[in-house]
């Protein structure tokens, strides 16, 4: 920045704000100040000496009014002032150009400012503007991971129901098939063989549901039933004669229930559980059946 006043010069105005009135040294000061439109403030270091040194050179007086000092221009002083009248005129055109320098200096600095401002407003937008955009993945994340722990969650119950379901069918599937066995023990002891047999297809059928079509209810036989005789015989009942060939109808008997199982898995279809589970069910009816056909007959 330019300086204000060159070597000299603020001598030369300190008379000029003489010439005008009177003045004590903190209104010479004050009147600077507004002369620059309070650009240019100069400090009491600069003006006091100054004043003190035209006092010395007899240009200026002094007198104490109010405890102050008080500056007015001399007759000696006057004339200084007249013989550079050029002088001040280009100083006061000097002055002009400097205050146009400072003010150009303070937009510039004031430019400055508000480009780094806007800059640092900026940075900080996008900076905010990041936060929340990793906020938002933050909580994204967090509610994707509350979504897995409910489904994991989920899965194990479910997983435990189906435990618990299966349990329940194997203890279920057990007591049947020592039903099963019991009634047909109880026919076998008797030496009621046909009875026997059919006691124990008659409990698979009542107690093993869902199989076939045919059961429409767990108690109600199969159509037919499985003791039902040839087309051209009379249905046996629970107090028939006995059959003139028992393994030729249990063969038959056997042969049924075969046929009957096969068109049911034909017409509804076999998943891997039903399979599994018909294996197991089948499993047990023929060990039930060959120990009944094993035993001692009486």
Partial sequence: MPPVFGHGRLRLYLLKLLAEA???????IRLLEERFQGLYAPSAGTVYPRLAKLAAEGLVTQTEEGGRKIYSLTAEGERELTARDEE???LEREIR???AALAADIREDVS???RDLRQEVRQATAAA???????????????QARRAKEESRRARQEARQAQQASEAARHHFEEAARRIHDRVQSHANAGDWPGAVREGLEGLSSEIGGWTRFVEHPSAPWPGGWDAGPPDTEEDGPGAEPVDDPVRELERLLDKFRDDVRDAARDHGVS???LVEARRH??????HLVALLRSPHG
């Fill in 22 to 28: 009177p003045r004590h040294g903190y209104e010479v």
């Fill in 88 to 90: 001040l005129t280009q």
């Fill in 97 to 99: 150009e400097s205050l």
């Fill in 112 to 114: 400055g400012s508000a």
């Fill in 129 to 143: 503007r990041t936060s929340t955009e990793t906020a938002a993945g933050r909580a994204a994340w967090a509610a």
């Fill in 272 to 274: 891997q559980t039903d």
């Fill in 282 to 287: 089948l499993s047990t009816a023929a060990a």
